[in-house]
């Protein structure tokens, strides 16, 4: 008999929020590097460098910051316009401090998104003689 592990949700917005805490319980600037060639990412494109973006999300640079399980949310201004951030999490490649680069990388292709539940297929009999 064998038991399967039950299906975890992805560490990734868990490790998120924490290093974005411990990065401004110091006093530094929080920025997290964003995959911007997914569809789902909405970022000014203006801002983009090599497929990347770098946005600062620092409590003094955005509104509204929402670092949820699925989705990192905020408003910015950017070159003085307004913009509705809105990055999939799976979309985070790292969060650093702005001063000294300290924070956490996340691979590139690690998939985040939960495996489709596996079916059960019915048995295969044949009688064999």
Same mark, same amino acid.
């Given at each position: 008999?064998?038991?399967?592990?039950?299906?975890?949700?992805?560490?990734?917005?868990? !490790?998120?929020?924490?290093?974005? $805490?411990?990065?401004?319980?110091? @006093?530094? #600037? =929080?920025?997290? %590097?964003?995959?911007?060639?997914?569809?789902?990412?909405?970022?000014?494109?203006?801002?983009?460098?090599?497929?990347?973006?770098?946005?600062?999300?620092?409590?003094?640079?955005?509104?509204?910051?929402? !670092?949820?399980?699925?989705?990192? $949310?905020?408003?910015?201004?950017? @070159?003085? #316009? =307004?913009?509705? %951030?809105?990055?999939?999490?799976?979309?985070?490649?790292?969060?650093?401090?702005?001063?000294?680069?300290?924070?956490?990388?996340?691979?590139?292709?690690?998939?985040?998104?939960?495996?489709?539940?596996?079916?059960?297929?019915?048995?295969?009999?044949?009688?064999?003689?």
């Amino acid at each position: 008999m064998t038991t399967e592990a039950p299906v975890m949700t992805s560490s990734r917005p868990y !490790l998120l929020r924490a290093v974005h $805490e411990w990065i401004t319980d110091n @006093g530094l #600037t =929080p920025q997290i %590097v964003v995959d911007a060639q997914l569809d789902e990412v909405r970022v000014p494109g203006a801002y983009i460098r090599e497929g990347r973006i770098v946005l600062n999300i620092s409590p003094t640079a955005v509104r509204d910051l929402a !670092l949820g399980n699925e989705w990192v $949310e905020f408003s910015a201004r950017f @070159g003085g #316009t =307004p913009f509705d %951030v809105a990055v999939p999490v799976h979309a985070v490649l790292a969060i650093v401090a702005r001063e000294n680069g300290t924070g956490m990388s996340f691979p590139e292709s690690q998939s985040d998104r939960r495996p489709p539940p596996q079916t059960q297929k019915r048995p295969n009999l044949r009688i064999v003689k």
